[in-house]
Protein backbone atom coordinates (compact mmCIF):
# COMPACT_ATOMS: atom_id res chain seq x y z
CA UNK A 1 0.00 0.00 0.00
CA UNK A 2 1.23 3.14 -0.64
CA UNK A 3 2.22 5.81 2.01
CA UNK A 4 -0.45 8.18 2.99
CA UNK A 5 -0.25 11.89 1.46
CA UNK A 6 -0.64 14.41 4.38
CA UNK A 7 -3.65 15.89 4.87
CA UNK A 8 -2.72 19.24 5.20
CA UNK A 9 -0.29 19.23 2.30
CA UNK A 10 -3.49 17.99 0.31
CA UNK A 11 -5.44 20.87 1.86
CA UNK A 12 -2.97 23.24 0.99
CA UNK A 13 -2.96 22.14 -2.92
CA UNK A 14 -6.85 22.05 -3.32
CA UNK A 15 -7.38 25.65 -1.19
CA UNK A 16 -4.04 27.92 -1.71
CA UNK A 17 -1.93 26.81 -4.40
CA UNK A 18 -5.30 27.93 -6.88
CA UNK A 19 -4.62 31.22 -5.25
CA UNK A 20 -1.21 31.51 -6.30
CA UNK A 21 -1.92 30.30 -9.58
CA UNK A 22 -4.66 32.66 -10.64
CA UNK A 23 -2.18 35.50 -9.58
CA UNK A 24 1.23 34.45 -11.74
CA UNK A 25 1.51 36.52 -14.70
CA UNK A 26 3.84 34.64 -17.26
CA UNK A 27 3.48 38.52 -19.38
CA UNK A 28 5.03 39.93 -16.18
CA UNK A 29 7.55 37.64 -15.83
CA UNK A 30 8.73 37.16 -19.27
CA UNK A 31 9.22 41.64 -18.74
CA UNK A 32 11.47 40.78 -15.96
CA UNK A 33 13.89 38.08 -18.45
CA UNK A 34 14.40 40.70 -20.75
CA UNK A 35 15.20 43.37 -18.30
CA UNK A 36 17.44 41.03 -16.74
CA UNK A 37 18.94 39.53 -19.84
CA UNK A 38 19.51 43.13 -21.15
CA UNK A 39 22.43 43.78 -18.94
CA UNK A 40 23.39 40.39 -17.99
CA UNK A 41 24.07 39.34 -21.31
CA UNK A 42 26.90 41.62 -21.25
CA UNK A 43 29.10 39.33 -19.03
CA UNK A 44 30.75 42.16 -17.11
CA UNK A 45 30.51 43.37 -13.96
CA UNK A 46 29.43 46.63 -14.12
CA UNK A 47 26.60 45.43 -15.70
CA UNK A 48 25.92 42.83 -13.36
CA UNK A 49 25.99 46.00 -10.97
CA UNK A 50 23.10 46.96 -13.08
CA UNK A 51 21.33 43.94 -13.43
CA UNK A 52 21.49 44.52 -8.83
CA UNK A 53 19.32 47.99 -9.63
CA UNK A 54 17.13 45.95 -11.72
CA UNK A 55 16.25 43.73 -9.08
CA UNK A 56 16.00 45.85 -6.22
CA UNK A 57 13.60 47.93 -8.10
CA UNK A 58 11.28 45.04 -8.53
CA UNK A 59 11.51 43.42 -5.44
CA UNK A 60 10.57 47.00 -3.93
CA UNK A 61 7.79 47.52 -6.25
CA UNK A 62 6.47 43.79 -5.51
CA UNK A 63 6.45 44.93 -1.44
CA UNK A 64 9.10 43.04 -0.71
CA UNK A 65 11.80 43.93 1.49
CA UNK A 66 15.14 43.89 -0.15
CA UNK A 67 19.07 43.65 0.95
CA UNK A 68 22.00 43.63 -1.64
CA UNK A 69 25.74 42.28 -0.21
CA UNK A 70 28.45 43.66 -2.41
CA UNK A 71 30.93 40.78 -1.86
CA UNK A 72 34.43 41.46 -2.69
CA UNK A 73 36.57 39.17 -4.68
CA UNK A 74 39.43 37.64 -3.88
CA UNK A 75 40.70 35.36 -1.17
CA UNK A 76 42.17 32.60 -0.21
CA UNK A 77 44.21 31.26 -3.42
CA UNK A 78 44.50 27.38 -3.55
CA UNK A 79 42.19 26.96 -0.18
CA UNK A 80 39.37 25.22 -2.23
CA UNK A 81 37.03 27.97 -1.41
CA UNK A 82 34.62 29.58 -4.14
CA UNK A 83 35.76 32.86 -5.23
CA UNK A 84 35.53 34.88 -7.45
CA UNK A 85 39.63 35.84 -8.61
CA UNK A 86 39.12 39.45 -9.50
CA UNK A 87 36.16 41.95 -11.19
CA UNK A 88 36.64 42.47 -14.77
CA UNK A 89 34.96 45.52 -16.72
CA UNK A 90 34.57 44.96 -20.38
CA UNK A 91 34.42 48.03 -22.14
CA UNK A 92 34.85 46.66 -25.67
CA UNK A 93 36.25 44.38 -28.29
CA UNK A 94 37.28 44.22 -32.20
CA UNK A 95 38.97 42.40 -34.69
CA UNK A 96 39.75 43.06 -38.25
CA UNK A 97 41.57 41.62 -41.09
CA UNK A 98 43.71 44.95 -42.43
CA UNK A 99 45.87 42.76 -45.18
CA UNK A 100 45.57 41.61 -47.92
CA UNK A 101 42.08 42.73 -47.76
CA UNK A 102 40.34 44.88 -45.06
CA UNK A 103 36.72 43.23 -43.27
CA UNK A 104 35.82 43.48 -39.61
CA UNK A 105 35.65 40.17 -37.82
CA UNK A 106 33.43 40.68 -34.94
CA UNK A 107 32.65 43.36 -32.18
CA UNK A 108 31.58 42.90 -28.69
CA UNK A 109 29.12 45.75 -28.91
CA UNK A 110 27.19 44.37 -31.27
CA UNK A 111 27.15 40.78 -29.94
CA UNK A 112 29.09 40.50 -26.47
CA UNK A 113 29.38 36.99 -26.39
CA UNK A 114 32.42 37.29 -28.52
CA UNK A 115 34.34 37.86 -25.89
CA UNK A 116 36.27 34.68 -23.61
CA UNK A 117 35.31 34.94 -20.33
CA UNK A 118 38.61 36.45 -18.25
CA UNK A 119 40.46 37.14 -21.54
CA UNK A 120 43.00 39.29 -21.03
CA UNK A 121 43.53 42.77 -22.93
CA UNK A 122 45.59 44.33 -25.77
CA UNK A 123 47.43 47.52 -25.58
CA UNK A 124 45.05 50.60 -26.20
CA UNK A 125 46.03 50.75 -29.79
CA UNK A 126 45.25 47.03 -30.56
CA UNK A 127 47.98 44.43 -31.56
CA UNK A 128 48.51 42.67 -35.09
CA UNK A 129 49.08 39.39 -36.01
CA UNK A 130 49.28 36.71 -38.37
CA UNK A 131 46.27 34.47 -38.13
CA UNK A 132 47.34 30.86 -37.92
CA UNK A 133 44.72 28.34 -38.03
CA UNK A 134 45.36 24.97 -35.29
CA UNK A 135 42.29 22.73 -35.44
CA UNK A 136 44.11 19.04 -33.94
CA UNK A 137 45.27 18.73 -30.44
CA UNK A 138 48.15 16.94 -31.27
CA UNK A 139 49.35 19.19 -33.62
CA UNK A 140 48.98 21.93 -31.21
CA UNK A 141 50.94 19.89 -28.76
CA UNK A 142 53.69 19.52 -30.84
CA UNK A 143 54.74 22.86 -32.10
CA UNK A 144 57.67 23.81 -29.66
CA UNK A 145 57.38 26.21 -26.98
CA UNK A 146 57.33 30.40 -28.69
CA UNK A 147 56.79 28.60 -31.99
CA UNK A 148 53.64 30.61 -32.83
CA UNK A 149 55.44 33.75 -30.96
CA UNK A 150 53.12 37.03 -31.70
CA UNK A 151 50.66 34.71 -33.97
CA UNK A 152 46.63 35.01 -32.85
CA UNK A 153 45.31 31.27 -33.13
CA UNK A 154 41.55 30.28 -34.70
CA UNK A 155 41.15 27.12 -33.49
CA UNK A 156 37.70 24.67 -33.47
CA UNK A 157 39.48 23.26 -30.03
CA UNK A 158 37.89 23.88 -26.29
CA UNK A 159 40.56 27.17 -25.76
CA UNK A 160 39.41 26.55 -21.90
CA UNK A 161 40.89 23.21 -21.40
CA UNK A 162 43.82 23.70 -24.10
CA UNK A 163 45.01 27.20 -22.14
CA UNK A 164 47.91 25.91 -21.22
CA UNK A 165 49.24 24.61 -24.83
CA UNK A 166 48.47 27.41 -26.43
CA UNK A 167 50.11 29.79 -24.23
CA UNK A 168 53.29 27.68 -24.64
CA UNK A 169 53.38 28.22 -28.05
CA UNK A 170 53.75 31.83 -27.61
CA UNK A 171 50.57 32.78 -29.30
CA UNK A 172 49.19 36.32 -28.27
CA UNK A 173 45.68 35.03 -28.87
CA UNK A 174 42.93 33.04 -29.34
CA UNK A 175 40.01 32.49 -31.72
CA UNK A 176 37.50 30.28 -30.93
CA UNK A 177 34.88 28.91 -33.62
CA UNK A 178 33.72 25.82 -31.91
CA UNK A 179 30.63 24.71 -33.58
CA UNK A 180 27.07 24.72 -31.83
CA UNK A 181 24.73 21.51 -32.94
CA UNK A 182 22.63 22.63 -34.87
CA UNK A 183 23.10 26.25 -34.65
CA UNK A 184 25.97 27.46 -36.89
CA UNK A 185 25.11 31.06 -35.99
CA UNK A 186 25.20 30.98 -32.52
CA UNK A 187 28.36 32.23 -30.36
CA UNK A 188 29.19 29.97 -27.77
CA UNK A 189 29.41 31.04 -24.21
CA UNK A 190 33.38 30.26 -23.50
CA UNK A 191 35.41 31.19 -20.35
CA UNK A 192 38.87 30.41 -19.23
CA UNK A 193 37.18 29.14 -16.07
CA UNK A 194 33.85 29.73 -13.76
CA UNK A 195 35.64 32.25 -10.44
CA UNK A 196 38.63 32.98 -12.59
CA UNK A 197 41.14 30.97 -14.33
CA UNK A 198 42.12 27.64 -12.29
CA UNK A 199 45.20 28.07 -10.30
CA UNK A 200 46.97 25.80 -12.38
CA UNK A 201 46.89 27.77 -15.61
CA UNK A 202 46.75 30.95 -13.38
CA UNK A 203 50.23 32.37 -14.93
CA UNK A 204 48.98 31.97 -18.46
CA UNK A 205 47.14 35.08 -19.97
CA UNK A 206 45.61 34.83 -23.43
CA UNK A 207 43.66 37.48 -25.43
CA UNK A 208 40.29 35.19 -26.50
CA UNK A 209 37.29 35.57 -28.79
CA UNK A 210 34.59 33.61 -29.80
CA UNK A 211 32.62 33.37 -33.47
CA UNK A 212 29.75 31.17 -34.63
CA UNK A 213 30.21 28.39 -36.85
CA UNK A 214 29.26 30.32 -39.92
CA UNK A 215 31.62 33.23 -38.92
CA UNK A 216 34.94 31.17 -38.32
CA UNK A 217 33.81 29.90 -41.82
CA UNK A 218 33.87 32.87 -43.55
CA UNK A 219 37.48 33.48 -42.03
CA UNK A 220 39.14 30.41 -43.25
CA UNK A 221 37.81 31.12 -46.66
CA UNK A 222 39.24 34.43 -46.58
CA UNK A 223 42.33 32.25 -45.69
CA UNK A 224 42.53 30.04 -47.77
CA UNK A 225 41.66 32.12 -50.41
CA UNK A 226 44.43 34.59 -49.50
CA UNK A 227 47.29 32.02 -48.27
CA UNK A 228 48.01 34.76 -45.19
CA UNK A 229 45.68 37.22 -43.29
CA UNK A 230 46.67 39.90 -40.54
CA UNK A 231 44.23 41.12 -38.30
CA UNK A 232 44.35 43.53 -35.78
CA UNK A 233 42.46 43.36 -32.50
CA UNK A 234 41.42 45.87 -29.54
CA UNK A 235 40.63 44.39 -26.21
CA UNK A 236 39.80 46.60 -23.97
CA UNK A 237 38.93 45.20 -20.39
CA UNK A 238 39.74 46.41 -16.94
CA UNK A 239 39.91 43.97 -14.49
CA UNK A 240 40.84 45.09 -11.00
CA UNK A 241 39.82 44.01 -7.36
CA UNK A 242 35.78 44.92 -6.77
CA UNK A 243 32.86 43.39 -6.16
CA UNK A 244 29.81 41.33 -7.00
CA UNK A 245 26.36 41.63 -5.44
CA UNK A 246 24.18 39.19 -3.76
CA UNK A 247 20.20 40.44 -3.92
CA UNK A 248 17.88 39.21 -1.28
CA UNK A 249 14.29 39.49 -2.18
CA UNK A 250 12.49 39.15 1.17
CA UNK A 251 8.86 37.90 2.19
CA UNK A 252 9.14 38.24 6.23
CA UNK A 253 8.11 35.84 8.21
CA UNK A 254 5.91 36.95 11.21
CA UNK A 255 6.60 34.72 14.35
CA UNK A 256 9.42 32.89 13.64
CA UNK A 257 11.00 35.32 11.24
CA UNK A 258 14.34 34.35 12.04
CA UNK A 259 14.16 31.36 10.45
CA UNK A 260 14.65 31.35 6.81
CA UNK A 261 13.91 29.43 3.54
CA UNK A 262 16.15 29.91 0.77
CA UNK A 263 16.33 29.87 -2.82
CA UNK A 264 19.06 30.33 -5.08
CA UNK A 265 18.59 31.91 -8.73
CA UNK A 266 21.94 32.60 -9.92
CA UNK A 267 22.25 35.48 -12.02
CA UNK A 268 25.40 37.33 -13.33
CA UNK A 269 24.73 34.69 -16.43
CA UNK A 270 23.91 36.03 -20.38
CA UNK A 271 21.50 33.38 -21.13
CA UNK A 272 17.35 34.01 -20.99
CA UNK A 273 16.85 30.53 -19.93
CA UNK A 274 20.00 30.16 -18.33
CA UNK A 275 19.24 31.84 -15.95
CA UNK A 276 17.08 35.01 -16.24
CA UNK A 277 14.32 32.76 -16.11
CA UNK A 278 15.07 31.77 -12.55
CA UNK A 279 15.87 35.07 -11.33
CA UNK A 280 12.62 36.27 -12.65
CA UNK A 281 10.48 33.66 -11.06
CA UNK A 282 12.15 35.02 -7.55
CA UNK A 283 10.87 38.28 -8.16
CA UNK A 284 7.35 36.86 -9.16
CA UNK A 285 7.06 34.63 -6.10
CA UNK A 286 7.59 37.62 -4.10
CA UNK A 287 5.02 39.78 -6.28
CA UNK A 288 2.50 37.23 -5.68
CA UNK A 289 3.08 36.19 -2.47
CA UNK A 290 3.06 39.83 -1.12
CA UNK A 291 -0.14 41.00 -3.09
CA UNK A 292 -2.28 37.75 -1.53
CA UNK A 293 -1.07 38.31 2.21
CA UNK A 294 -1.44 42.13 1.76
CA UNK A 295 -5.23 41.60 0.25
CA UNK A 296 -5.80 38.66 3.23
CA UNK A 297 -6.14 35.85 1.07
CA UNK A 298 -2.99 34.21 2.91
CA UNK A 299 -1.75 35.08 5.79
CA UNK A 300 1.98 35.81 6.14
CA UNK A 301 4.34 32.51 7.02
CA UNK A 302 5.55 32.18 9.81
CA UNK A 303 9.27 31.86 8.85
CA UNK A 304 11.32 34.69 6.13
CA UNK A 305 11.20 33.65 2.66
CA UNK A 306 14.17 34.52 1.12
CA UNK A 307 15.29 34.74 -2.64
CA UNK A 308 19.07 34.93 -3.46
CA UNK A 309 20.32 36.41 -6.48
CA UNK A 310 23.98 36.05 -7.21
CA UNK A 311 26.94 34.93 -9.19
CA UNK A 312 26.41 31.25 -8.68
CA UNK A 313 27.97 29.30 -6.25
CA UNK A 314 30.43 32.15 -5.81
CA UNK A 315 27.56 34.30 -4.39
CA UNK A 316 25.79 31.83 -2.20
CA UNK A 317 28.69 29.92 -0.89
CA UNK A 318 30.32 32.86 0.40
CA UNK A 319 27.12 34.29 1.58
CA UNK A 320 26.37 30.86 3.51
CA UNK A 321 30.31 31.13 4.69
CA UNK A 322 30.62 34.82 5.36
CA UNK A 323 27.12 36.25 6.95
CA UNK A 324 26.35 35.72 10.34
CA UNK A 325 22.57 34.57 11.51
CA UNK A 326 20.74 33.46 14.20
CA UNK A 327 20.01 29.91 13.12
CA UNK A 328 20.72 28.08 10.01
CA UNK A 329 18.33 28.15 6.93
CA UNK A 330 15.72 25.56 7.08
CA UNK A 331 14.89 24.25 3.74
CA UNK A 332 15.05 25.80 -0.20
CA UNK A 333 14.77 25.59 -3.43
CA UNK A 334 17.42 26.06 -6.37
CA UNK A 335 15.46 27.66 -9.58
CA UNK A 336 17.91 27.10 -12.87
CA UNK A 337 16.23 27.18 -16.21
CA UNK A 338 12.76 27.09 -16.20
CA UNK A 339 9.86 27.97 -18.17
CA UNK A 340 11.15 26.99 -21.96
CA UNK A 341 8.63 26.35 -24.66
CA UNK A 342 7.66 22.44 -24.83
CA UNK A 343 9.60 21.90 -27.83
CA UNK A 344 12.78 23.23 -26.75
CA UNK A 345 12.81 20.85 -23.69
CA UNK A 346 11.03 17.90 -25.06
CA UNK A 347 8.25 19.08 -22.96
CA UNK A 348 10.09 17.85 -19.50
CA UNK A 349 9.43 19.79 -16.59
CA UNK A 350 12.10 18.51 -13.98
CA UNK A 351 12.11 17.73 -10.13
CA UNK A 352 15.02 17.08 -8.76
CA UNK A 353 15.79 15.61 -5.83
CA UNK A 354 17.72 17.04 -2.51
CA UNK A 355 21.26 15.42 -1.88
CA UNK A 356 20.98 11.49 -0.78
CA UNK A 357 21.89 12.73 2.48
CA UNK A 358 20.28 15.46 3.27
CA UNK A 359 16.33 15.30 4.83
CA UNK A 360 14.37 14.06 1.90
CA UNK A 361 10.80 14.91 3.35
CA UNK A 362 11.05 18.17 0.48
CA UNK A 363 11.40 15.45 -2.22
CA UNK A 364 7.69 14.32 -1.97
CA UNK A 365 6.61 17.19 -0.65
CA UNK A 366 7.88 19.51 -3.83
CA UNK A 367 6.77 16.63 -6.34
CA UNK A 368 3.12 16.71 -5.07
CA UNK A 369 2.76 20.56 -5.24
CA UNK A 370 4.54 20.53 -8.88
CA UNK A 371 1.87 17.66 -9.86
CA UNK A 372 -0.90 19.54 -8.23
CA UNK A 373 0.03 22.62 -10.72
CA UNK A 374 0.42 20.70 -13.46
CA UNK A 375 -3.23 19.17 -13.22
CA UNK A 376 -5.06 22.40 -12.45
CA UNK A 377 -3.07 24.53 -15.49
CA UNK A 378 -0.75 22.41 -18.02
CA UNK A 379 1.45 24.48 -20.36
CA UNK A 380 2.24 20.95 -22.46
CA UNK A 381 4.52 19.38 -19.94
CA UNK A 382 5.44 16.08 -18.32
CA UNK A 383 6.86 16.06 -14.98
CA UNK A 384 9.47 13.82 -14.49
CA UNK A 385 10.97 13.10 -10.97
CA UNK A 386 14.85 12.59 -10.62
CA UNK A 387 17.16 11.94 -8.66
CA UNK A 388 20.07 14.11 -7.31
CA UNK A 389 21.94 15.74 -9.46
CA UNK A 390 24.78 18.80 -8.73
CA UNK A 391 24.26 21.92 -10.65
CA UNK A 392 27.39 23.15 -8.44
CA UNK A 393 24.52 25.48 -6.37
CA UNK A 394 22.79 22.18 -5.54
CA UNK A 395 25.46 21.51 -3.49
CA UNK A 396 24.94 23.57 -0.69
CA UNK A 397 22.45 20.69 0.36
CA UNK A 398 25.00 19.62 2.51
CA UNK A 399 23.24 18.00 5.78
CA UNK A 400 26.10 19.60 7.94
CA UNK A 401 26.25 23.46 6.91
CA UNK A 402 23.54 24.18 4.50
CA UNK A 403 20.04 23.10 4.00
CA UNK A 404 17.81 20.43 1.84
CA UNK A 405 17.62 21.90 -1.60
CA UNK A 406 15.98 20.23 -4.54
CA UNK A 407 16.15 21.84 -7.95
CA UNK A 408 13.28 23.03 -10.36
CA UNK A 409 14.19 23.19 -13.90
CA UNK A 410 12.99 22.72 -18.05
CA UNK A 411 16.67 21.67 -18.86
CA UNK A 412 17.14 18.05 -19.96
CA UNK A 413 19.44 16.38 -18.14
CA UNK A 414 19.83 13.65 -20.78
CA UNK A 415 20.66 16.22 -23.73
CA UNK A 416 21.26 19.87 -23.03
CA UNK A 417 18.60 22.17 -25.16
CA UNK A 418 20.88 23.62 -28.72
CA UNK A 419 20.76 27.22 -27.54
CA UNK A 420 22.37 26.54 -23.84
CA UNK A 421 24.72 28.35 -22.75
CA UNK A 422 25.40 30.43 -26.43
CA UNK A 423 23.93 33.68 -27.81
CA UNK A 424 20.81 31.97 -28.97
CA UNK A 425 19.67 31.35 -25.54
CA UNK A 426 17.11 34.13 -25.72
CA UNK A 427 13.57 35.06 -24.62
CA UNK A 428 11.59 33.80 -27.35
CA UNK A 429 13.07 30.03 -26.35
CA UNK A 430 10.34 30.75 -23.14
CA UNK A 431 7.24 30.31 -22.38
CA UNK A 432 4.84 32.66 -20.53
CA UNK A 433 2.51 29.67 -19.09
CA UNK A 434 5.63 27.72 -18.88
CA UNK A 435 7.12 30.53 -16.52
CA UNK A 436 4.13 31.05 -14.64
CA UNK A 437 3.20 27.56 -14.02
CA UNK A 438 7.08 27.25 -12.84
CA UNK A 439 6.34 30.33 -10.80
CA UNK A 440 3.26 28.84 -9.19
CA UNK A 441 4.70 25.47 -8.10
CA UNK A 442 8.04 26.89 -6.74
CA UNK A 443 5.96 29.63 -4.58
CA UNK A 444 3.35 26.81 -3.46
CA UNK A 445 6.66 24.95 -2.14
CA UNK A 446 8.13 27.70 -0.71
CA UNK A 447 5.00 29.30 1.36
CA UNK A 448 4.43 25.67 2.84
CA UNK A 449 7.41 25.71 4.32
CA UNK A 450 7.70 28.35 5.65
CA UNK A 451 4.38 28.26 7.10
CA UNK A 452 4.45 24.94 7.93
CA UNK A 453 3.70 23.89 12.33
CA UNK A 454 3.75 20.90 14.13
CA UNK A 455 0.69 19.56 12.48
CA UNK A 456 2.70 19.11 9.08
CA UNK A 457 5.83 18.38 10.96
CA UNK A 458 3.79 15.12 12.96
CA UNK A 459 2.10 14.59 9.07
CA UNK A 460 5.06 14.64 7.26
CA UNK A 461 7.27 12.09 9.65
CA UNK A 462 4.45 10.26 9.61
CA UNK A 463 4.77 9.64 5.60
CA UNK A 464 8.16 8.99 5.79
CA UNK A 465 8.09 6.29 8.84
CA UNK A 466 5.37 4.71 6.47
CA UNK A 467 7.46 4.90 2.97
CA UNK A 468 10.80 3.67 5.26
CA UNK A 469 8.68 0.84 6.92
CA UNK A 470 7.94 -0.46 3.45
CA UNK A 471 11.24 -0.48 2.37
CA UNK A 472 11.84 -2.89 5.14
CA UNK A 473 9.07 -4.43 4.70
CA UNK A 474 9.57 -8.83 4.69
CA UNK A 475 8.01 -9.23 1.47
CA UNK A 476 10.44 -6.98 -0.15
CA UNK A 477 13.86 -8.41 -1.24
CA UNK A 478 16.77 -9.47 1.08
CA UNK A 479 18.60 -6.36 2.40
CA UNK A 480 22.51 -6.28 2.96
CA UNK A 481 23.36 -4.72 6.75
CA UNK A 482 24.51 -1.89 4.93
CA UNK A 483 20.87 -1.38 3.07
CA UNK A 484 19.29 -1.34 6.20
CA UNK A 485 21.70 1.26 7.98
CA UNK A 486 21.41 3.17 4.77
CA UNK A 487 17.25 3.39 4.98
CA UNK A 488 17.46 4.23 8.49
CA UNK A 489 19.74 6.65 8.46
CA UNK A 490 17.79 8.61 6.08
CA UNK A 491 15.04 8.39 7.88
CA UNK A 492 16.62 9.56 11.18
CA UNK A 493 18.04 12.56 9.10
CA UNK A 494 14.34 13.50 7.86
CA UNK A 495 12.85 13.05 11.81
CA UNK A 496 16.12 15.30 12.80
CA UNK A 497 15.45 17.77 10.51
CA UNK A 498 11.64 18.04 10.25
CA UNK A 499 12.32 19.30 14.61
CA UNK A 500 13.27 22.23 13.47
CA UNK A 501 10.03 23.63 12.03
CA UNK A 502 8.40 22.27 15.65
CA UNK A 503 7.27 25.18 17.93
CA UNK A 504 8.22 25.34 21.43
CA UNK A 505 4.22 24.86 22.94
CA UNK A 506 4.20 21.65 20.95
CA UNK A 507 8.14 20.51 21.40
CA UNK A 508 7.51 17.66 23.85
CA UNK A 509 4.15 16.45 22.32
CA UNK A 510 5.64 16.41 18.81
CA UNK A 511 8.59 14.89 20.00
CA UNK A 512 7.35 12.06 21.70
CA UNK A 513 5.33 11.01 18.42
CA UNK A 514 8.90 11.55 16.35
CA UNK A 515 10.22 8.52 19.06
CA UNK A 516 6.92 6.70 18.12
CA UNK A 517 7.73 6.59 14.91
CA UNK A 518 11.63 5.82 15.21
CA UNK A 519 10.90 3.13 17.35
CA UNK A 520 8.72 1.72 14.45
CA UNK A 521 12.09 1.80 12.08
CA UNK A 522 13.90 0.66 14.71
CA UNK A 523 12.24 -2.47 14.96
CA UNK A 524 11.50 -3.22 11.59
CA UNK A 525 15.49 -2.75 10.95
CA UNK A 526 16.00 -5.36 13.57
CA UNK A 527 13.68 -7.56 11.98
CA UNK A 528 14.89 -6.40 8.54
CA UNK A 529 18.96 -7.17 9.49
CA UNK A 530 17.99 -10.71 10.88
CA UNK A 531 16.90 -11.80 7.45
CA UNK A 532 20.17 -10.96 6.05
CA UNK A 533 23.22 -11.51 8.43
CA UNK A 534 26.10 -11.66 6.77
CA UNK A 535 28.90 -9.66 8.11
CA UNK A 536 29.71 -7.12 5.42
CA UNK A 537 32.76 -5.59 4.99
CA UNK A 538 36.03 -7.40 6.02
CA UNK A 539 37.65 -4.80 8.59
CA UNK A 540 41.69 -3.66 6.99
CA UNK A 541 44.02 -1.18 9.02
CA UNK A 542 42.25 2.54 8.86
CA UNK A 543 38.99 1.35 7.95
CA UNK A 544 37.81 2.53 11.23
CA UNK A 545 39.13 5.92 10.84
CA UNK A 546 36.26 8.89 10.64
CA UNK A 547 36.35 12.05 8.76
CA UNK A 548 35.81 15.16 10.80
CA UNK A 549 34.36 17.71 8.47
CA UNK A 550 36.02 21.08 9.14
CA UNK A 551 35.05 23.40 5.84
CA UNK A 552 31.49 24.13 4.29
CA UNK A 553 30.30 22.78 1.55
CA UNK A 554 32.67 20.67 -0.83
CA UNK A 555 35.81 22.30 -2.82
CA UNK A 556 35.96 24.13 -5.94
CA UNK A 557 38.81 22.03 -7.85
CA UNK A 558 39.70 24.75 -9.75
CA UNK A 559 40.79 26.58 -6.75
CA UNK A 560 43.08 23.43 -5.52
CA UNK A 561 46.14 23.12 -5.72
CA UNK A 562 46.16 20.93 -9.13
CA UNK A 563 48.39 17.59 -7.05
CA UNK A 564 45.31 17.39 -4.75
CA UNK A 565 42.58 18.02 -7.32
CA UNK A 566 44.06 14.75 -8.97
CA UNK A 567 44.48 13.30 -6.03
CA UNK A 568 40.72 13.63 -5.35
CA UNK A 569 39.52 13.06 -9.33
CA UNK A 570 41.39 9.51 -9.17
CA UNK A 571 39.28 8.36 -6.47
CA UNK A 572 36.05 8.45 -8.97
CA UNK A 573 33.30 9.91 -6.12
CA UNK A 574 31.46 13.19 -6.81
CA UNK A 575 32.28 15.87 -4.68
CA UNK A 576 28.69 15.19 -2.57
CA UNK A 577 30.23 11.95 -1.33
CA UNK A 578 32.33 14.23 1.02
CA UNK A 579 28.86 15.14 2.90
CA UNK A 580 28.24 11.41 4.18
CA UNK A 581 31.35 12.07 6.82
CA UNK A 582 28.94 13.46 9.60
CA UNK A 583 31.76 13.06 12.64
CA UNK A 584 29.84 9.73 13.33
CA UNK A 585 30.37 7.36 10.24
CA UNK A 586 34.00 5.26 9.72
CA UNK A 587 35.43 5.25 5.86
CA UNK A 588 34.12 1.71 5.75
CA UNK A 589 29.92 3.12 6.85
CA UNK A 590 30.73 5.92 4.18
CA UNK A 591 32.10 3.13 1.81
CA UNK A 592 29.04 1.17 2.31
CA UNK A 593 26.24 4.39 2.24
CA UNK A 594 28.20 4.87 -1.38
CA UNK A 595 27.66 1.72 -2.57
CA UNK A 596 24.23 1.97 -1.36
CA UNK A 597 23.98 5.68 -2.88
CA UNK A 598 25.19 4.36 -6.38
CA UNK A 599 23.98 1.29 -6.36
CA UNK A 600 27.48 -0.10 -7.69
CA UNK A 601 30.62 -1.29 -5.20
CA UNK A 602 32.51 1.69 -3.79
CA UNK A 603 35.69 0.52 -2.27
CA UNK A 604 37.10 1.34 0.96
CA UNK A 605 40.14 2.49 -0.82
CA UNK A 606 38.43 4.82 -3.35
CA UNK A 607 36.78 6.06 0.04
CA UNK A 608 40.32 6.26 1.64
CA UNK A 609 41.68 8.47 -1.19
CA UNK A 610 38.42 10.91 -1.40
CA UNK A 611 39.00 11.61 2.39
CA UNK A 612 42.67 11.81 2.45
CA UNK A 613 43.17 13.72 0.22
CA UNK A 614 40.33 16.48 1.47
CA UNK A 615 42.44 16.01 4.58
CA UNK A 616 45.34 17.20 2.79
CA UNK A 617 43.19 20.01 1.75
CA UNK A 618 41.71 21.16 4.78
CA UNK A 619 38.24 19.45 4.29
CA UNK A 620 38.18 16.88 7.16
CA UNK A 621 40.32 15.58 9.46
CA UNK A 622 40.86 11.69 10.14
CA UNK A 623 40.85 10.14 13.74
CA UNK A 624 40.13 6.80 15.37
CA UNK A 625 36.48 6.08 16.58
CA UNK A 626 36.20 6.85 20.09
CA UNK A 627 33.60 3.98 20.11
CA UNK A 628 31.87 1.48 18.06
CA UNK A 629 27.92 2.84 17.09
CA UNK A 630 24.91 1.42 14.55
CA UNK A 631 21.76 2.71 13.40
CA UNK A 632 20.35 -0.25 14.75
CA UNK A 633 21.05 -0.22 18.14
Known amino acids: MAPRAPRSLSTFCRKKLPLIQARTDGRRLLDTVVAIVE ?9 FHETTRTLVDRYSAAGAGVEVVPLQTGGRIGSGRWIIHEAADVRSATVDVIGPVRRRVLDYKENPWHVIQWSGATPRNGMVNELVIVDDSEKLERIPPDGLSGKIVLTRLNPRSRLRALAQTGA ?32 FHLVGLVLSENEGNKLRRLAKTHGSLTLRTKVDIRKYVG ?11 EGRPQEEIWVLAHSGEPGAIDNASGVALCVEIATVLESLIAEGSLPRPKRTIRLLNAYECYGFFKYLEDIERPVPPLGGLNIDSVGAKPKVCDSRLEWHNTIPMSARFVNKLGETIVRSALQRRNP ?12 SDTLIGD ?7 PWITTHRQARSFDAYHTSADTPNLLSRPGLALCAT ?8 LANAGSREVVELAMAETEST ?13 GQVSYICEAHRINLEKLQDWVSEKDHDQVLARLSTYERQVREAARSAARRKTQSGRRSVPGSRRVPHRTALLSPDLSNTPPSIAAWIGKARLS ?4 FWADGRRTLAEIAEALTCEYQREITLEQVTLFFEAHADLGYVELSEPTQGHSVLE
Open 39 to 47: TDRWNSFDR
Open 172 to 203: AGVITDQPVENLPNATAWTKFGWGGIPIGNAA
Open 243 to 253: THDIISGLVPG
Open 380 to 391: GYKLCVEPFVST
Open 399 to 405: PKYGFPC
Open 441 to 448: AAAGYLYF
Open 469 to 481: LEQLRPSQKQLSP
Open 575 to 578: PWAL
